[in-house]
């Protein structure tokens, strides 16, 4: 049931925000936030991060909804029954079918958050974008200790 909150949750608030910045903005429009550093745009990005696979929308459609099921069908095979695992899961999903909505929409997603470090301008992205990655990363660092953990055990 968390997972299911977690995910209604997260796409929940995914769609909201991109639907008020197709709303509010203009697109291709900037607003700065921080300047210099942070600001609120409307992209319609055709691809996936960094526009790879740019104009292949079919596929980009047929690669989420293949995860998105490999995902619940085989969950048990690398989530372990854990609330943190729990979390990633419902972030995941949520990531995940937030972009695929999109995607199967208007054929493209829209992105409104855009970092600039120097000179150097981040890729534009989107709470589904941002639910992933937190997913993955953390996924990545419980795993982690996880295994130390798991070798720290034999030898206590």
């Known amino acids: 049931m968390l997972v299911l909150l977690i995910g209604l949750a997260i796409l929940l608030l995914d769609q909201l925000t991109k639907q008020a910045v197709r709303n509010n903005l203009v697109f291709n429009q900037q607003i700065p936030v921080i300047d210099g550093f942070f600001n609120l745009v409307y992209v319609r990005n055709d691809g996936a991060?960094?526009?790879i696979?740019?104009?292949h929308g079919l596929i980009l459609i047929l690669i989420s909804t293949v995860v998105l099921l490999l995902l619940v069908i085989y969950r048990k095979h690398f989530l372990k029954?854990?609330?943190s695992h729990k979390i990633l899961f419902g972030l995941m999903i949520a990531g995940i079918a937030g972009n695929l909505i999109d995607r199967i929409r208007f054929g493209w997603v829209t992105d409104f958050l855009s970092f600039h470090f120097g000179s150097y301008e981040y890729p534009s992205f989107n709470v589904a974008?941002?639910?992933i990655c937190i997913a993955v990363v953390l996924y990545i660092i419980f795993n982690f200790f996880e295994k130390k953990?798991?070798?720290a055990e034999p030898g206590e």
Do not use: I, K, M, P
């Open 53 to 55: 696979l740019s104009g």
């Open 129 to 131: 974008d941002s639910a």
């Open 49 to 51: 991060a960094w526009n």
């Open 149 to 151: 953990e798991e070798v």
């Open 81 to 83: 029954d854990r609330l």
